[in-house]
């Protein structure tokens, strides 16, 4: 069974940069895309950034392209996102899933993904 942890979120104020986290245990990441996607109070769940296995080819919803990086590290078994010009409308639930396949693509659409962390909170304010 895969496990996933995210980690790194905190309070930052607008224009500053964060880094989450989200460790894999249980299997090895290499047959599982991977996305972040993140929920604000009172609003819909939203695809954030996903990474395919192998080749590592990305997707980033138009809100955040140009500020946010997705990577992955499969010999640490983790991905991660790198958040840079943060604005408050990033506030929300961050939270990192995956799902197996044998593609190198990946897609933004939550209900594919098999496996959640638990969350990790960011808050963008001054």
């Known amino acids: 069974q895969l496990q996933l942890v995210e980690s790194g979120g905190d309070l930052v104020q607008p224009g500053g940069s964060l880094r989450l986290s989200c460790a894999a245990s249980?299997?090895?990441?290499?047959?599982?895309?991977i996305g972040w996607f993140r929920q604000a109070p009172g609003k819909e769940r939203e695809g954030v950034s996903c990474?395919?296995?192998?080749?590592?080819?990305?997707n980033y919803a138009d809100s955040v392209k140009g500020r946010f990086t997705i990577s992955r590290d499969d010999a640490k078994n983790t991905v991660y996102l790198q958040m840079n010009s943060l604005k408050p409308d990033d506030t929300a639930v961050y939270y990192c899933?995956?799902?197996?396949?044998?593609?190198?693509?990946?897609?933004?659409?939550?209900?594919?993904?098999?496996?959640w962390g638990q969350g990790t909170q960011v808050t963008v304010s001054s």
């Open positions: 899933a995956a799902y197996f396949t044998i593609t190198t693509r990946c897609n933004l659409d939550f209900s594919g993904y098999d496996y």
């Open positions: 249980g299997r090895t990441l290499d047959y599982y895309a």
């Open positions: 990474i395919s296995r192998r080749i590592g080819v990305t």
